[in-house]
DNA sequence: AACTTAATCAACCGCTCCGCT
DNA sequence: AAGCGGAGCGGTTGATTAAGT
């Protein structure tokens, strides 16, 4: 007798939300508040899982989250929390208001990780990972990268496997590696791997905004136009909120 | 302009946790 | 104490967009 799955797979829609679907969920919860979410799609006139339900609402239509791109302060605390909780986005994201755990989680593997490797930084320990490298001479280095890159096919000598076309000989493979870079600039015997970080020069949509100025922006960030039923709700909701 | 590759992030899946009976 | 069910968590997938050739 196994478990009953959390709701009638052959009912539900998957795959994105579309408008008309967010306009319902934010509708309910604002009108009933987040509770039992297996009943949010019946309720609600959904025909969602209520996990997606769940999922929708706290990571992307909850009034007071974020939005945009982590800021320099956020990313470093994100860092510092995940040196001393590891994977656990969930208190990570508790320590970050406005931020979810599926936005930290991504924003980590697919920013952070990446910055903390070319710093030279294992993003699982935090450790240096240049603790058995950093006595190696520069050229010693280098040698021991080339050595590690993966082997390719032997080549004939022909033009299509000639070196010109090998990633191997491509100076170019060492733009992504500063480290390496920096070993073939002016001073190789200091590896230089001070890359500056990147921030795509997105602005915060959502900045520190209040809990009522979000919600208004929500709504007209969401491009619900027909949303005066939900408008006329809300103030009474946001008001019980901040009372509790 | 067309195609390919890489990057991003919303959403899903399966598991664990926790409260209730 | 054990079993059940709902909620939450973390890993992964896949669609979309951007960048490169």
Same mark, same amino acid.
């Given at each position: 007798m196994g478990r009953q799955p959390c709701c009638d797979k052959l009912e539900v829609k998957k795959g994105p939300w579309t408008a008309e679907e967010d306009k319902k969920l934010i509708s309910f919860i604002l009108s009933n508040g987040p509770c039992c979410w297996r009943a949010v799609p019946k309720l609600a006139g959904l025909r969602r899982c209520g996990k997606s339900c769940r999922l929708r609402w706290t990571n992307? %239509?909850?009034?007071d989250l974020k939005r945009g791109l982590l800021n320099e302060a956020e990313e470093q605390l994100v860092i510092d929390l995940h040196a001393s909780l590891g994977n656990r986005w969930s208190k990570i994201a508790a320590r970050l208001p406005g931020r979810t755990d599926n936005e930290i989680k991504n924003h980590w593997n697919t920013h952070i990780k990446k910055k903390l490797l070319n710093m030279g930084?294992?993003?699982?320990?935090?450790?240096?990972?240049?603790?058995?490298?950093?006595?190696?001479s520069a050229t010693d280095y280098l040698a021991d990268f080339v050595k590690h890159l993966p082997e390719l096919p032997e080549t004939n000598g022909s033009d299509e496997n000639s070196c010109s076309s090998d990633e191997r000989c491509?100076?170019? %493979?060492?733009?992504?590696?500063p480290l390496i870079s920096s070993l073939l600039g002016d001073d190789p015997d200091i590896p230089q791997v001070d890359v500056p970080w990147e921030f795509p020069s997105g602005e915060q949509i959502f900045d520190s905004v209040s809990w009522d100025d979000n919600i208004s922006s929500l709504l007209d960030f969401q491009g619900f136009d027909c949303f005066s039923d939900v408008e006329m709700n809300l103030s009474n909701v946001l008001e019980l909120r901040h009372e509790q």
């Open positions: 992307y %239509l909850r009034p930084i294992d993003p699982v320990t935090h450790q240096s990972l240049r603790k058995e490298t950093e006595t190696l491509d100076s170019n %493979l060492f733009k992504n590696a």
